[in-house]
């Protein structure tokens, strides 16, 4: 049930053309649009019908998991998520149409009052924080109460095209796709991806040189080297959309919408609460049976061909004092007396800070006389300790946030050894 805990829901552009003409920082198979190209190509539903999409750019993102086995164990496991990055004009179209299907969706949760039940990719104004905190606040006003969290296994690679498709029409109000739609759906749904690291090797570049392009290749090299060498992968299933395209996590939120209707009035009927975080589900109800809830979940999901883990199920009953098992959800923990934050995040910060330390050490030494770490002592500081500056989006500014909005004393103790492991980093 864990999240980036930094996350807050998005801010939205103020018209679709702004958020297409929005600035993407990277380098790809072609060069960014000028704002009167971007205009002309976005808004004329003939030009994204002739539009030919280059394919997207993967990059690997392997993250470091840690599980807390027994007293002093700690687990550790490698998950990799693959994200993948449009070209600059196919995420200006993207980045147009997910602004006009926005506007449709967030006028449906309006009108099926679902807007507090749907969380992520959202313009709430609101971040992982609150929404874990109005959780765990509305358990603690209705105990007895029982606490259930599923996932999704897979979730963006999951979501089958014929639903979505149908969803997608349902929501613009058509019985089929209008062409244009139809263009870019079909860009996403058998989309071409190329990895990063074999793209370079083929243009015989390095990641450093990546500062210094404008884009990857010209197109007659791109067509000899990348088309013509096989190095695209184009997806023939039936499911699976890329995750980190402009519009992925709006049509992974409309692909849900009958699922959200139905969870929504099964907890209601029971008195309950109901959120959902992505492919993240959350129901607390008045103690029930957890076994036909969760039988209720699966069947929901499986109508929309998609599959629980059920090994991230988790099911905590709440009484007069603590739960029997602390609910993990959005990054933090409630026991059911105070939250905390997660075990995993704080062995993943300690992780962090001794590689960002050593990182520093092994730097060149010196710059003027001045050795690099006494340099960058205090942009070391600001990072890795309490002393983060207000306005800063760090760990700390993170876990000062986190308890203040729970005024759990329990997370500053968490980490009250950072000190003391920060300055042995330092001086060794």
């Known amino acids: 049930m864990g999240k980036d805990p930094l996350k807050t829901s998005q801010e ?11 600035t993407r ?22 030009a994204v019908c002739k539009h030919s999409f280059y394919p997207f750019l993967r990059v690997d993102f392997v993250r470091t998991k ?17 994200i993948r990055y449009a070209s600059h004009a196919d995420a200006a179209i993207y980045a147009y149409y997910n602004f006009m299907l926005t506007e449709l969706y967030e006028h449906q949760l309006e009108l099926l009052e679902l807007s507090e039940n749907v969380t992520a990719f959202r313009a709430l104004g609101k971040s992982n924080l609150d929404f874990a905190h109005e959780a765990f606040d509305w358990i603690n006003n209705n105990r007895p109460c029982v606490a259930l969290g599923f996932d999704v296994k897979d979730f963006f690679g999951s979501l089958d ?25 079909k860009s996403l749904t058998k989309h071409a991806s190329v990895e990063l690291r074999v793209a370079l090797k083929a243009l015989d570049l390095s990641r450093s040189s990546l500062e210094r392009l404008t884009r990857l290749c010209e197109p007659a090299q791109f067509r000899q080297q990348i088309r013509g060498g ?10 699976g ?16 919408l009958p699922f959200d209707i139905k969870l929504k009035a099964y907890v209601a009927e029971h008195g309950g609460l109901y959120r959902r975080y992505c492919d993240d589900i959350l129901l607390v109800m008045p103690e029930t049976d957890a076994k036909s809830v969760s039988e209720f979940v699966e069947v929901a999901l499986s109508d929309l061909k998609l599959t629980m883990q059920h090994a991230k199920t988790l099911v905590s009953h709440f009484g007069a004092s603590k739960s029997d098992r602390p609910l993990q959800y959005l990054g933090l923990v409630y026991d059911g007396v105070q939250a905390s934050l997660r075990a995993a995040g704080v062995s993943r910060f300690y992780v962090k800070m001794r590689r960002g330390v050593r990182q520093y050490k092994g730097a060149k030494k010196t710059d003027g006389g001045t050795p690099l770490l006494v340099q960058r002592r205090k942009e070391i500081l600001n990072r890795y300790s309490v002393h983060a ?40």
């Open 12 to 22: 939205r552009p103020k018209s679709a053309l702004a958020a297409a003409r929005l």
């Open 25 to 46: 920082g990277y380098v790809h198979f072609d060069t960014p649009l000028s704002r009167s190209d971007c205009k002309q190509l976005v808004t004329s539903p003939e």
């Open 66 to 82: 840690f599980q807390r086995t027994g007293p002093g164990q700690i687990k550790r496991s490698k998950k990799v998520r693959d």
């Open 161 to 185: 095209h014929a639903i979505l498709k149908a969803s997608w029409a349902s929501l613009v109000g058509a019985n089929s796709l209008p062409s244009d739609h139809y263009a870019v759906f």
């Open 230 to 239: 096989n190095l695209i992968y184009t997806n023939a299933k039936g499911h």
């Open 241 to 256: 959309i890329p995750q980190g395209s402009p519009i992925s996590a709006a049509l992974s939120n409309i692909y849900m």
């Open 389 to 428: 500056e207000k306005k800063s989006r760090t760990y700390f500014s993170y876990v000062k946030r986190a308890a203040r909005k729970t005024k759990s004393a329990a997370i500053h103790q968490q980490l009250r050894m950072h000190r003391a492991r920060l300055k042995s980093l330092m001086e060794t």
